[in-house]
Antibody, heavy 120, light 111 residues
Framework: QITLKESGPTLVKPTQTLTLTCTFSGFSLTTTGVGVGWIRQAPGKALEWLAIIYSDDVARYSPSLWGRVTITKDTSKNQVVLTMTSMDPADTATYYC????????????WGQGALVSVSS | QSILTQPPSASGTPGQSVTLSCSGSSSNIGSNSVYWYQHLPGTAPKLLIYRTDQRPSGVPDRFSGSKSGTSASLAITGLRSEDEAVYYCASWDDSLTGSWVFGGGAKLTVL
């Protein structure tokens, strides 16, 4: 059974750095062609892709967030970590992590999401 | 404003067929696969269609995907009340450094 779960703070202040952890089970990030990515959805808005990291350590980022976002993985812990700097109220959103197997090409299994609010 | 354009809403009655459209460009839909997700409030998005016209196991064959040129479509036949949700299209965009892009979402109402 494949599961993913996001964890991290529910509230951050403007200008602070957000760190979210995706803990997954049922698959391995050492398997060739597998990736884990982050997607967010601001209230009333569409889904927005943020970043993805693959089993070969290749990481890709959304051009709109370039320089603010870093994605890393810890295969021994089955975790992927997203770091986002200079948080702004416009970053208030539900943050999802999801698996991306190459055979599918995009995200098949998703976590339930973690709501992060940015407010002073 | 999303790179992929979806009409924001659609509706149908039970048993009817509806088609949701997704318009892009040569750098995304025109040259890459299209994906469709169903999203209910408070839940994780569900993959309905991958690689433009493939259904994951467990997705009913009432759902089908296609594309022509720089536009893609999700067809739903035999509409059911549980199909009421927001539907998103997605594709890889080759411009700049490349990125995954989603449409703005289409709210499907089953009347």
């Amino acid at each position: 059974q494949i599961t993913l779960k996001e964890s991290g703070p529910t509230l951050v202040k403007p200008t602070q750095t957000l760190t979210l952890t995706c803990t997954f089970s049922g698959f391995s990030l050492t398997t060739t062609g597998v990736g884990v990515g982050w997607i967010r959805q601001a209230p009333g808005k569409a889904l927005e892709w943020l970043a993805i990291i693959y089993s070969d350590d290749v990481a890709r980022y959304s051009p709109s967030l370039w320089g603010r976002v870093t994605i890393t993985k810890d295969t021994s812990k089955n975790q992927v970590v997203l770091t986002m700097t200079s948080m702004d109220p416009a970053d208030t959103a539900t943050y999802y992590c999801a698996r991306n197997p190459s055979i599918i090409g995009l995200f098949d299994y998703w976590g339930q999401g973690a709501l992060v609010s940015v407010s002073s | 404003q999303s790179i992929l354009t979806q009409p924001p809403s659609a509706s149908g009655t039970p048993g009817q067929s509806v088609t949701l459209s997704c318009s892009g460009s040569s750098s995304n839909i025109g040259s890459n696969s299209v994906y469709w997700y169903q999203h209910l409030p408070g839940t994780a998005p569900k993959l309905l269609i991958y690689r433009t016209d493939q259904r994951p196991s467990g997705v009913p064959d009432r759902f089908s995907g296609s594309k022509s040129g720089t536009s893609a479509s999700l067809a739903i036949t035999g509409l059911r009340s549980e199909d009421e949700a927001v539907y998103y299209c997605a594709s890889w965009d080759d411009s700049l450094t490349g990125s995954w892009v989603f449409g703005g979402g289409a709210k499907l109402t089953v009347l």
